[in-house]
């Protein structure tokens, strides 16, 4: 009997697992800028997840256990390739939609250029906070920095995300409206 309680317990966490695929991948993408990276850094946390799912305490704790392990993959990924890895995207530019659609996808792409220049521990916490939608505790215990440090942290990125949208909206995009999404 026991047997099958395990099975149905991990059969659940892998449903909660996939479930929350989406939103670790966009974060890990928000990273690293590599697609590739990002799925294989879902993936290791996802398969560490369900290997030690019997270390999650309290199931209400889940998201922040989920963000923290695929932190320390990312961390583990970085120290094993150095620190200064430079990623380069190529995206083909030439290739324009609708009116409305093309305006919003050069907005996203200019949010996403602004947070790939900012420093890392910049970019980890404005993406957990500001994409992931985390409090300032839940940054904290993920990366392992005190709280104060994450609202420094947070307020200097955002600071430099605005005077680089505002840099860009003077010189490119003045007629466009940024707004925030979540």
């Not at 099958?4 to 990273?31: D, M, P, Q």
């Not at 380069?88 to 050069?106: F, T």
């Not at 957990?128 to 994450?150: C, H, R």
Request: aromatic letters at 10%; proline letters at 2%.
């Amino acid at each position: 009997m026991e047997i099958v309680k395990n099975l149905v317990a991990a059969f659940s966490l892998k449903t909660e697992f996939a479930a929350r695929r989406n939103k670790l991948y966009r974060i890990a993408y928000s990273w690293c800028h590599d697609s590739a990276l990002a799925d294989d850094l879902v993936q290791e946390a996802i398969y560490k997840a369900l290997k030690n799912a019997s270390s999650l305490r309290d199931v209400k704790t889940m998201d922040s256990w989920l963000y923290r392990i695929l932190y320390n993959c990312w961390q583990d990924y970085l120290r094993v390739k150095g620190r200064n890895v430079e990623f380069i995207e190529m995206h083909d530019e030439d290739q324009p939609g609708h009116s409305d659609n093309y305006q919003q996808s050069q907005i996203v792409k200019r949010v996403r250029v602004s947070v790939e220049q900012l420093p890392l521990p910049l970019r980890e916490v404005v993406t957990l906070a500001d994409f992931a939608g985390f409090s300032y505790a839940e940054i904290a215990e993920i990366t392992e920095v005190p709280i104060g440090t994450v609202m420094s942290r947070l307020f200097r990125a955002r600071k430099n995300l605005k005077q680089q949208l505002l840099e860009f909206g003077s010189d490119e995009m003045s007629e466009f409206k940024l707004r925030r999404v979540k």
